[in-house]
């Protein structure tokens, strides 16, 4: 754990992150009881990894 630090906060001193930490997903999770064709029906989630 204590590497994992280390290398987090040098990637936060320098700015600099591996390009595969930037990447995300956005997927949506529909409401229930509401019309599905309407975007306001759904909920954003981001999954990152």
Do not use: M, Y
């Not at 994992?4 to 906060?9: F, I, R, S, T």
């Not at 936060?12 to 509401?34: A, H, N, R, S």
């Not at 599905?36 to 029906?41: L, N």
């Amino acid at each position: 754990l204590h590497h994992l630090v280390n290398l987090l906060n040098r990637c936060f001193q320098l700015g600099c992150f591996p390009d595969p930490w930037k990447v995300e997903k956005l997927v949506t999770i529909p409401k229930p009881g509401v019309d599905p064709h309407t975007i306001t029906a759904h909920r954003p989630i981001t999954l990152a990894s």
